[in-house]
């Protein structure tokens, strides 16, 4: 007999703002992330670094150089510094700057009007931006509103937020290729981050039999919208998208 895909685990799979609306404005701006706001998303995607006086942007990468007009370790600098850069992209003929917001800014600017989904990881190897991130999320009252998801590829950092406030959901992200079934099977977190070249339909039925959601991201721009189309089949629970516009039409979601 065929293999079926089993029923995804939310009545609407979510549509997760990877880095905002990236596809139109800087990726992690505030700009970037009222443009994903006004699309009517599920969550605003956020990956953490921490500047070298402890405090909590929104980067992306290790480093400063891809996305802004500085160079070095974004863990270099102090957030004085980090302000004085700007983020720079080219989108069609108009090259956009905008500064580097801090998570503090995020929060401040959207309050208790969206979902965030939040990507931790160490730092020097050292776990030190949990804390203050929950502080965070406690000081906007974010928390009891269940307006949160932590993601991570480090099970430590996960394991500390867990100690921290049990309440969040927490997704354990793979990295591409590194997709071990056994362990996301096994593992306590309620939601399984994949990327999409890895995502099969036994995985994911294997994983929705456990309870577990299934969130697909994706690394490969030229094939993302097939990839979207194929894992759509598949019945994932969340799109960590670069594409809004393009996920909420597969979706049918206004
Ligand atoms: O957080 C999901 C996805 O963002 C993980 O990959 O490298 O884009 O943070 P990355
Ligand atoms: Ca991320």
């Known amino acids: 007999r065929e293999v079926e895909p089993e029923p995804a685990i939310v009545d609407s799979p979510k549509v997760i703002a990877h880095r905002g609306a990236n596809d139109r404005f800087n990726e992690s701006t505030i700009t970037a992330y009222k443009i994903a706001a006004e699309d009517g998303v599920d969550a605003l995607e956020i990956d953490l670094r921490m500047t070298a006086d402890g ?117 354990l992200l793979f990295g591409k290729e590194k997709f071990n079934l056994k362990k996301a099977k096994t593992s306590d977190y309620p939601i399984i981050g994949i990327e999409a070249t890895d995502v099969t339909m036994k995985s994911v039925n294997e994983l929705h039999r456990q309870g577990k959601e299934v969130h697909v991201f994706f690394t490969d721009e030229v094939t993302t919208r097939k990839e979207q189309e194929r894992v759509y089949e598949l019945n994932v629970d969340g799109y960590f998208t670069d594409d809004i516009r393009f996920t909420k039409e597969l979706l049918k979601k206004d």
Do not use: C, W
Request: aromatic residues 6%; without cysteine; proline residues 3%.
């Open 55 to 171: 405090a909590l942007i929104a980067m992306h990468d290790e480093t400063i150089d891809r996305t802004t007009n500085g160079t070095g370790n974004a863990t270099d600098y102090s957030l004085q510094e980090i302000k004085e850069l700007e983020t720079s992209e080219v989108f069609g003929e108009q090259r956009t700057m905008e500064e580097i917001p801090t998570l503090r800014e995020i929060l401040e600017t959207f309050r208790d009007t969206e979902h965030y989904y939040i990507e931790t990881r160490l730092v020097h190897g050292e776990l030190v931006m949990e804390e203050p991130l929950i502080e965070l999320l406690l000081e906007y009252d974010l928390l009891s509103q269940d307006l949160v998801t932590i993601q991570s590829f480090s099970e430590e950092s996960l394991e500390k937020i867990q100690t921290l406030a049990p309440e969040i959901p927490l997704t």
